[in-house]
């Protein structure tokens, strides 16, 4: 017996849309119930004072609104890495009160022409609402980044 090219190929067709549909209830999440792991974890509010002893959560995109300019994404395991606009850069983040020191930071070093690098000399940060304040090792502020509504 042969068989038509177009009826197998129908045929695996519908085998792997059946094999997308998620099952019963067409893909769609449930919510979060009591035993579910994000039901019980608190989660915290990024910018604000997630437990309570005086220390701002910087966890999320700061700057980079626009393409080329400074950015810095701060990860709620300690790390953060961002860009000036030109050099790439990373390390680690530690809460110390209301300042978040910058540790181990390395940084690409490409020149870019006409480029203002300041970033290159963060030391540490501090959140005031919806700003970071961005500051060198002597303490002084040399810039300042928005937060950036996105999901991270």
């Excluded at 004072?49 to 950015?71: I, K, L, R």
């Excluded at 203002?116 to 303490?139: I, N, Q």
């Amino acid at each position: 017996m042969k068989r038509s090219p177009a009826l197998v190929l129908a045929a695996v067709l519908a085998l792997v849309l059946a094999g997308c549909s998620g099952g019963p209830g067409g893909g769609q999440e449930s919510p979060p119930t009591a035993s579910s792991p994000t039901a019980t974890m608190p989660q915290p509010t990024p910018g604000r004072d997630p437990g309570g002893q005086g220390e701002a959560d910087p966890v999320g995109q700061w700057g980079g609104a626009t393409e080329g300019s400074p950015v810095l994404w701060f990860a709620s395991g300690g790390h953060f890495n961002g860009n000036d606009g030109c050099n790439t850069l990373g390390g680690t983040w530690v809460a110390n009160g209301e300042r978040i020191e910058l540790k181990d930071m390395t940084m690409t070093l490409v020149a870019c022409l006409g480029m203002d690098t300041w970033l290159s000399s963060a030391a540490a940060v501090r959140v005031k609402g919806d700003t970071l304040h961005v500051t060198d090792a002597d303490g002084q502020e040399i810039g300042t980044l928005g937060r950036l509504n996105v999901a991270y």
